[in-house]
């Protein structure tokens, strides 16, 4: 098997210390050495070298997209006064013809293009159910599930589902999505808990998006209460009965949603006690802070996830209530909001880069018997080299999470190349 070996200024992964001059070699799709390039090097009999002027980190993880919603970049691109703004601009073009396959494929390629080597990639119409097979990402294909009444759900819910599950190509692995706690019946997402479970796959729920969730949980009111009602799902259960007077994360964790193999999306209007329910049941948030901004929602308390230690992941959400598919652009969002929100400890580079990297994997389940996100021997080969100015590794670490390039130099997923910089071709040493 050849040995490819991956040379660059800095080498940097989450948890480790950082590297310079360092390497890594790759071997039939995984990491073989991690180290200096002159203790790489010598262990392998005439390895392929390629040289790169940046920092070689770990790839990415997209913890919370929409890639089919690539073509609908216009919705993304205004500014709204809210949820319900936010909605009425999408629904405008959601239902007019497109080609969601190529839609989702270009989205996709934005991925690549920006580093990311794994998605939570949410599939809401079949034809964008291939895209991340086809690109080679790696991480979740999670099937949307929405509207069902708890009757409709008994007339054959979960063999429809079944069936949409198993369409989905793999790999990447295949999970669930059940919508939002708004657009599901309390019984179906109960259902929906426990067929995961019985099927071996994860969940991934967009939850405490909107302020409106709140009353729709506790009372059945408000502006999204009154859109599902109109929209003929008044005999949703929370709809029907008045609420049951609780919040959405424990509403959530009272029908078995949350748990290890659930991670949720947003997470935005919580309190202490609803994320100290999330540590205790293992659950990961996927922050999305600039598709928060765009519908004009508030910002996420990260400051308040890190200080208490939840789990948290990042997510560009789609280019429909986004500027662009750079997860470094919400990596920098998170530090500008943290520090806006007093968090003042020297750990919060490393955190948020552990967040975009290790902590996405772990969202996904990716490291559980395989890793992802960190540059480990045995890992799974993916990497990504970015363009950096600053020579100390400090300062480079700082300088990717405060203002992160929105393009890779290289993106390799698995050990194969999927995005490389023309601008950027490395040089290949004739004396190794």
């Known amino acids: 098997m050849s040995v490819v070996v991956h040379r660059a200024r800095l080498v940097l992964s989450p948890g480790a210390p950082t590297l310079a001059d360092g390497a890594v070699a790759v071997r039939d799709g995984r990491l073989a050495a991690v180290g200096g390039f002159d203790e790489v ?50 629904m405008e073009l959601y239902p007019l013809p497109r080609d969601w396959s190529a839609s989702a494929a270009a989205g996709a390629a934005l991925c690549l293009r920006s580093g990311t080597t794994a998605v939570a990639e949410i599939v809401t119409d079949a034809e964008a159910g291939s895209a991340v097979h086809a690109a080679g990402l790696h991480g979740v294909a999670f099937w949307e599930v929405l509207g069902w009444t708890e009757s409709a759900w008994r007339r054959g819910g979960p063999d429809t589902v079944r069936a949409q599950l198993s369409a989905l190509p793999t790999p990447p692995a295949v999970g669930i999505s059940p919508h939002a706690i708004y657009s599901l019946d309390t019984e179906v997402i109960r259902d929906l808990s426990r067929l995961a479970a019985k099927w071996g796959v994860r969940q991934h729920i967009h939850a405490a998006e909107s302020a409106w969730e709140d009353a729709y949980v506790r009372t059945g009111t408000g502006d999204l209460a009154e859109r599902w009602r109109a929209n003929g799902r008044g005999e949703f259960a929370l709809l029907r009965d008045g609420g049951i007077d609780t919040g959405v994360i424990p509403y959530l964790d009272s029908l078995g949603a949350l748990g ?56 560009t959400d789609s280019l429909s209530s986004s500027p662009s598919l750079s997860l470094w652009d919400d990596v920098a969002a998170l530090h500008r909001l943290a520090h806006a929100q007093g968090y003042r400890d020297a750990d919060l580079h ?7 990297t290790a902590g996405g994997a772990h969202a996904l389940g990716l490291d559980a018997a395989d890793p992802t996100g960190v540059l480990e021997i045995g890992a799974r080969a993916d990497i990504a080299v970015f363009p950096v100015s600053s020579a100390a590794p400090e300062d480079a670490l700082a300088e990717l999470v405060e203002n992160g390039p929105a393009e890779a130099s290289l993106t390799v997923v698995g050990g194969e190349v999927r995005w490389r910089t023309p601008a950027r071709e490395e040089r290949t040493p004739a004396n190794v």
Not at 54 to 69: D, I, K, R, S
Not at 71 to 82: I, L, N, T
Not at 293 to 305: K, N, R
């Open 260 to 315: 290890p193999t659930t991670h949720l999306a947003h997470g935005i209007y919580v309190d202490a006690d609803d994320r100290r329910l999330l540590r205790e049941r293992g659950v990961s948030v996927a922050l999305c802070p600039r598709s928060n901004a765009v519908i004009g929602l508030d910002p996420p308390p990260i400051a308040a996830y890190l200080r208490e230690g939840n789990a948290i992941a990042v997510g």
């Open 41 to 90: 090097v010598r262990e392998f009999d005439a390895p392929e070298v390629h040289e790169w002027d940046g920092a070689l980190t770990p790839g990415l993880v997209n913890a919370h997209t929409h890639l089919q919603y690539t073509d609908m970049a216009a919705v993304g691109r205004a500014s709204h006064e809210g949820f319900e703004s936010w909605m009425s601009a999408f």
């Open 350 to 356: 490393a955190r948020l880069f552990h967040a975009a």
